[in-house]
Structure formats: C-alpha cells, structure tokens
C-alpha cells in the first residue's frame, strides 16, 4: 500500500538506505492514513541510536535535536518540515500507574518496539522502502471494526502506564470508535493507575479529551462521559472527592449544558461551570466557592491565572442572572471586563437568551457611546489625580478612579477630564474621609 509522503521523507528515508538501515513511520500517520483522514503529525522509528542519527545526518541540510537521552527521542528538522524520531526500544515500568518507564532497553527487533505501544491501531509501522504496513496486533481489524482495543492485553497496557486510560478516551473521541469492552472493563476497574500520573500529565490529557471532537469533525462520541462512567474525574481534580460522597458525577451528564453547547476555545471554561452548578444544586453552596475548591494548583494542572480567570468568570455568572436593569447591568460589564468575552458565549443561548440580550444591548450601548469599561479607557489617570489633588493620600487614588468609571455610565458625555474631575471635587468635599 502506498502513502502519500512528503519529499523531506523520502530523503530521509534514502539516507538510512545508504547506511543499511530501514526507516519506519510510525503510529498515527498510519492510523490516520488508513482511514483516510489528514495525519496532523509524524513520528519515525529504526534501529539506529542518537550517535549513529547524528552521523546519518551529518552532512545533510536535516537538523537533529535530542529530545530523551535516556528513550532515545528526538527531533530531526528541515525549512517547515518536523517529525519526532524514536530508536526501538523496550521498557518496564514501576509498579502503579507512572507515566515515564523505569528501564529503557535499545533494541534491532521491531516487534519488541511494537510491544510497548498502547492500542493496536497505535501499534502499526510503515515500511517506507517497500511501501506496506506491518501490523502485529491486528490493527488494521480493530481500524475496520472502529474500536480501541489494547494490544496483548488490557491488564499488561494499563498497568505500564495509567494515563494510557485517559488516552484510550481521547482516541476514541477523536476518531468517533467505540471502546473494546474488555478494553474498557479493565481500564475501569484499574482507574486508580492516574494517581500516580503527574496532575500536569492528567490535566493536559483531560483538555485534549474536551477538545477531541474538533480534531477530525467528529462530534458523536464525547470523551466527557467515558470519564464519568470510568470514574476519572477525581484523579484529574482530587477535591472532588469531598462532593462526591453519595455519587453526585454520576448524573453529571445530564448537566452539561453549557459544555455540549460550547465551541472549542471555551470547552474547560463551560465544563468547569456546568460541573460547579450541578454540584451546587446538590449542595446548596455558591459554585464560585466549589471551583475555588475544586481548581487548586496544589493538586491539580490548573495555573493560578486559569483559576482566577474561571472563578471570576463563574461569579459573573452567578452575577448576571440577578440583574434588574440597564445601569446595573452597565455598572456589572465594568466589573466584569476582563471575563466579557467569555461570559458572552456562555450566554448566548437558548436557555439564557435575557440575560444574554440584556448584556448585549447595555454592552453596545456602552461601545456606541464611547463609555468607559475599564481604568485604561477613563479620561484621567492616577497621575492626573496627584497634580490635581496634592494632599491626596496615594492609597484613595484606586477608590477615586472606580467612582469616575460608575460616573461615566450616568451620561454618555460623562468621560472627559473637566466632567470627571469636578465629579471628584464636589465627591471629596462630601466626604471629609477622602
């Protein structure tokens, strides 16, 4: 069977001839190709090491960087063309579910490579020189029956790797298969293989599961809910546990509405709001406190930044649904600047459909006429309070800037520097305290 492969492939491929060796692609590109699908990555694979790459390559216009010394990795490079490189090797494990082998073996046999792959139509080879696919497991069967399936067996794939698990989901999600049922009976049962995998590993994972269905277009089978049915969700975001006392993730699915409804650059954003509101209907506490609790960086692959952003998002969302009219509304889209953009696709739905055009129309209103929605867009600034009020103490400047914006929403005509400073004049000689 021939591939379509690109140039830089073919010379790569000639430069291993010449030295007697033969160069495999290796994995996904031959997954995808035999489906029919545009492979988005190549990886290669022979027998040779980093030192004998290094002189296959030597006097080429291919540059080679070392990813892993120690599993034999790298990157080999030319103008916009990239593929990892891998030597064949075989490798054993700690007991549990770590991620990263413990022995690393260089090997010649390529069916020995072959046996440290995680599913059968993972586990496929290109022989580029003689242009067949070398298939040990049987995947190009599994490839037609449109399954993941694990090679050899469940048990021996799982307990090599747990986050193998999470990556039977996203393969599953991306190509629209099914799951063996062995396959996926074994990987439930040894769900407790992710607490050994790092939180970053398992949170990287776990977005690449939410995002899987926009890989290839595929939108019928969702990873989420193989999660919840696997029981996952607690290994990715440990302080779940505390909420799920009596089973509340089990009727998760049929909450998650903002998810199912979302496009792909906010798919954690509406997971992390349907999963907090589910649960605080149960709990009866504010889901803004759930996601504080929920998204530590402690325990889990979420960055402070991403947690305030979503937290803050969360409260605007709680926010919106109480407000009663168009200068609340105003006074809210300044409080809740830098999370508008998100909150507005949350919103514009069906099922939030006055919330979403009450914000709308203040939102336009506000950009029509030029009022601010945020301190950079005020007429004045910190430094033009001190010239015009020198015994001001450094510490009122902040207070005395958010009046000026909640000032500027009583009259479109509001934001100039005269108006705005005989505001705070007349609001100093109020009060004494300022």
Do not use: W
Not at 15 to 34: M, N, P
Not at 126 to 143: A, H, P, R, S, T
Not at 235 to 258: M, T
Not at 426 to 433: L, T
């Amino acid at each position: 069977m021939k591939f379509k492969i690109s140039n830089q492939i073919i010379e790569l491929n000639n430069l291993f001839k010449a030295r007697g060796a033969k160069l495999f692609i290796v994995g996904g590109f031959v997954r995808d190709s035999l489906l029919g699908l545009t492979p988005t990555d190549i990886d290669l694979a022979s027998n040779l090491t980093e030192e004998q790459i290094f002189s296959v390559l030597q006097n080429s216009h291919f540059k080679y960087s070392l990813g892993s010394k120690k599993l034999g990795t790298a990157i080999i490079s030319k103008d916009d063309f990239k593929c990892e490189y891998t030597t064949f090797r075989a490798e054993s494990y700690k007991k549990g579910g770590f991620h990263t082998p413990e022995k690393v073996c260089f090997v010649n046999d390529i069916k020995l490579d072959a046996k440290r792959r995680d599913f059968t139509i993972n586990s496929l080879y290109y022989d580029i020189e003689n242009q067949e696919v070398m298939d040990f497991f049987n995947g190009e069967k599994d490839l037609k029956k449109k399954q993941v399936k694990a090679i050899i067996s469940p048990k021996y794939v799982f307990a090599s790797d747990g986050l193998r698990i999470l990556r039977m989901v996203r393969l599953a999600s991306e190509l629209d298969f099914k799951i063996d049922k062995s396959t996926y009976k074994t990987a439930k049962k040894m769900i407790g293989q992710l607490k050994d995998v790092t939180k970053d590993r398992l949170f990287k994972e776990f977005q690449l599961i939410l995002n899987a269905g926009s890989k290839y277009n595929f939108k019928e089978v969702d990873g989420l809910n193989y999660l919840i049915k696997l029981g996952a969700l607690p290994y990715i975001f440990p302080n779940l546990s505390q909420y799920d006392a009596n089973g509340h993730l089990k009727a998760l699915r049929a909450s998650l509405y903002h998810y199912n409804n979302s496009n792909k650059d906010l798919k954690f954003e509406a997971f992390t709001i349907d999963l907090c509101l589910h649960i605080a209907k149960i709990e009866q506490i504010k889901s803004s406190i759930i996601a504080t609790t929920i998204l530590t960086n402690e325990n889990t692959g979420v960055s402070i930044k991403q947690k305030h952003f979503i937290v803050n998002l969360i409260k605007a969302y709680e926010q919106s649904f109480k407000l009663k009219d168009d200068l609340v509304a105003k006074k809210f889209l300044q409080d809740h600047n830098e999370v508008l953009n998100s909150l507005f696709k949350l919103l514009n739905n069906d099922n939030n459909k006055n919330v979403y055009q009450l914000l709308e129309h203040n939102y336009q209103f506000m950009k029509v006429h030029k009022m601010p929605f945020n301190l950079k867009e005020l007429a004045i600034n910190g430094t033009v309070l001190k010239e015009e009020f020198k015994a001001l103490q450094s510490n009122l400047i902040g207070k005395l800037l958010n009046k000026s914006l909640k000032f500027c929403l009583l009259d479109a005509n509001n934001n100039t520097k005269t108006k705005i400073l005989n505001f705070l004049k007349e609001e100093i000689q109020k009060d004494e305290r300022i």
